[in-house]
């Protein structure tokens, strides 16, 4: 299915009305807790070989990685995945930002020297993500919804882009199902905005169950 057809629709999104949607946020928090802690509960075997890996390419270094985005509203938060990166990867970043390969406010390198190499397999087959259940648990994010920016990024959107801050950020989106770094800034911006004015119950397990098949056949993640 196809979201996004390379033009920028100047979406407009009806806050008033999402604002209402009382029934479909509440039920959509309690999926969001249940699901994020059945989820964290049988993937702990999962997050234990992975959190061996890491130590054992690095043993002196974290095995999670946190870092500042920003959610509803640009409330910040702290949002953690597996480090898949450097320990000191954030300092060796101005040092790239020449070589962004996707255009707009996002930073993406397909080669970036930066990532280990036990992080090129867990990014490919987006394991280093998981962590973010914990993000859905403690009400941060949602499962389901637009990609949590970094502050530097937010600082380069037009009010247009910053529709897409309304909502709760999700783990997986239109984005992710969409060929997630195939995909640019521009078109990321009109599927978030696209999701925001489509999603429904149904809509987001959709998007679930999508995200499911590309943990087995990737699509782009780097």
């Not at 699901?35 to 964290?40: C, D, I, K, Q, V």
């Not at 270094?61 to 500042?68: K, L, M, T």
């Not at 009109?190 to 004015?197: A, C, G, R, S, T």
């Amino acid at each position: 299915m196809e979201y996004f057809d390379g033009k920028r629709d100047n979406t407009t999104i009806n806050l008033e009305y999402q604002d209402k949607r009382y029934i479909y946020r509440g039920s959509k928090r309690i999926f969001d807790f249940v699901a994020s802690l059945f989820g964290l509960t049988i993937l702990s075997p999962l997050f234990l070989i992975v959190a061996i890996a890491i130590k054992v390419e690095d043993p002196k270094g974290p095995v999670f990685y946190s870092q500042v985005r920003l959610g509803k509203k640009q409330s910040p938060f702290k949002m953690y995945k597996f480090r898949s990166m450097v320990v000191d990867a954030d300092k060796h970043l101005k040092d790239l930002l020449n070589k962004n390969e996707v255009d707009g406010a996002m930073f993406k390198m397909k080669d970036d020297p930066r990532i280990t190499r036990i992080g090129h397999f867990i990014r490919k087959y987006s394991i280093d993500e998981l962590p973010q259940l914990l993000n859905v648990l403690l009400g941060n994010m949602s499962l389901v919804g637009p990609r949590p920016p970094l502050p530097r990024e937010v600082q380069e959107y037009t009010e247009y882009d910053k529709q897409r801050l309304e909502v709760k950020p999700g783990c997986t989106g239109l984005w992710q199902i969409s060929g997630r770094n195939n995909v640019g800034f521009h078109e990321m911006v009109e599927l978030d905005l696209k999701y925001i004015n489509k999603r429904g119950f149904m809509f987001d397990l959709y998007v679930l169950f999508k995200t499911v098949f590309i943990f087995i056949k990737p699509n782009g993640a780097y």
